[in-house]
């Protein structure tokens, strides 16, 4: 029976540790007046060797990257962009008010919008580059500092991208009598 009382304690005190932290995330973000999202973005070569594909991806100096942040219905009211540097990093920087509306950092998300690189132009999903990956927790809180470190977004090449076989969409229909041969 003690062993019961013991753990539902351990079990309580976490709930109260997680909900407190939640609480200092919620209220450090109120007294920001900018948001900072931050990653990097490369060119992976899937026609290289293995360790070469892994350890020699190479940045992308001038890929655009996006941020978009929806209000409480799902509407656009904020949309931000940047360029790479020549280490393929990002910084974009956004007031965390628009029109008088506070933006929920938990309402944004950023993606992958072009590379310049002539070979290496074909986004890939690793990291959720290409659909676009949603902010949930800031990396770095501190002073007036919010900042949201992403994962590394990737670009490929044309050969290395695999052929979308699941569209439906473009197939004829049978109402004309025209059966589709697999």
């Known amino acids: 029976m003690k062993m019961k009382a013991v753990n539902f304690m351990v079990a309580a005190a976490s709930l109260i540790v997680v909900f407190s932290n939640f609480m200092n995330v919620a209220q450090a973000f109120e007294g920001m007046d900018v948001i900072h999202v931050a990653g990097k973005v490369l060119c992976q070569d899937c026609t290289q060797g293995w360790n070469e594909w892994v350890d020699g991806a190479k940045p992308i100096k001038g890929s655009i ?25 990002f910084d974009l920087i956004t007031n965390t008010t628009c029109y008088g509306k506070t933006i929920k950092p938990q309402n944004c998300f950023l993606r992958l919008v072009s590379s310049p690189d002539p070979v290496c132009n074909i986004a890939t999903d690793f990291a959720g580059g290409k659909s676009g990956i949603k902010l949930h ?23 290395c991208d695999e052929p979308d076989t699941n569209d439906d969409d473009n197939l004829e229909s049978d109402d004309e009598g025209k059966g589709n041969n697999y």
């Open 65 to 89: 990257v996006s941020l978009t942040c929806l209000d409480e219905r799902r509407r656009v009211m904020y949309y931000g962009s940047d360029l790479t540097d020549e280490a393929g990093k």
């Open 137 to 159: 927790r800031p990396t770095v809180i501190y002073r007036d500092l919010l900042k949201y470190v992403l994962g590394t977004f990737y670009y490929t090449t044309p050969m």
